[in-house]
């Protein structure tokens, strides 16, 4: 997997934990909300869905709203030392992370439930996460025996990081989706903005780059790349807050984001 710099060696968990989560922000709580919304509003019967977060990082928070609706939770992650830290989280380490500010905000303010709620919310989560290795510039990009398919594969701002140009990163997008199975749905969260333009920001002192898609390719890509229907595409647009969404560590302030609903075509069979 060919990224600058390189992940493996430079990109620090613990740091991004401490700068990206150290508060909660509308950063956090916008994709928080939309998954809230989408599995509320899809799967008020299901208890069986397998859901993949692709390029899941060492943060282990944004599987709160499927885990109601789930059987399987497959958190894929490129580089070890970002398991290794979700791992801590998953063993209940004493040295792990804290994640409990974002599962209060899915259990206790979308969801409207008591406090006692939001442990037990994490350990489902504990009991229902397997971690594997990913490598979206590999032909199959996921570890083997976890290839899917899936009722649902969520990402965010992991292919924009790995991909190099719109053409990589079309590529990457139509593998996600061929891990689908027929009617499932893709849920991204994406830097939004012209296209060929990128995003610079921080983890410590390392500088990365994040590729913007604009609303027309990702449709393109949607359709043409991935074979998806025009009318199964939803992308919201989410209009960052310049105050609230750590700008300090963004040399090119994210001015929006977008959050795209894609739901694969049933099988005609």
């Known amino acids: ?26 950063w ?43 059987q399987q939770i497959v958190l894929a992650e490129y580089t070890e030392n970002n398991r290794a830290v979700a791992k801590l989280w998953l063993d209940q380490a004493n040295n792990g992370p804290d994640f409990t500010a974002l599962y209060k905000y ?65 590529t990457a997008v139509s593998k996600l989706s061929a891990m689908l199975k027929p009617g499932g749905w893709l849920l991204m969260n994406v830097s939004m903005g012209e296209a060929g333009t990128v995003n610079v920001c921080h983890v410590g002192r390392t500088r990365f780059v994040e590729l913007n898609i604009s609303v027309d390719e990702m449709y393109a890509i949607l359709q043409r790349r991935c074979g998806f229907e025009r009318e199964s595409i939803n992308i919201i647009p989410q209009a960052a807050d310049k105050v609230d969404a750590i700008p300090m560590l963004l040399e090119e302030h994210i001015d929006e984001m977008m959050f795209v609903i894609a739901q694969r075509k049933q099988s005609t069979a």
Request: glycine residues 6%.
């Open 28 to 70: 956090h709580r916008s994709p928080l909300k939309h998954l809230h919304e989408f599995f509320t509003s899809h799967f008020k019967e299901r208890a069986d869905l397998k859901f993949l977060n692709f390029g899941s990082g060492p943060v282990v928070a944004f599987e709160a709203s499927v885990v109601p609706y789930a």
């Open 106 to 170: 899915v259990v206790q303010e979308l969801e409207g439930k008591g406090p006692e709620e939001v442990d037990k919310r994490q350990e489902a989560v504990r009991h229902l996460a397997t971690l594997c290795r990913c490598d979206i510039f590999q032909d199959t990009p996921i570890e083997k025996g976890y290839e899917g398919p899936y009722d649902v594969i969520y990402t965010a701002s992991t292919l924009e990081m790995a991909c190099a140009n719109t053409e990589e990163y079309g």
């Open 1 to 26: 997997m060919s990224l600058k710099p390189d992940c493996h060696s430079d990109f620090d968990p613990w740091v991004y934990i401490q700068e990206y989560y150290g508060s909660l922000t509308s």
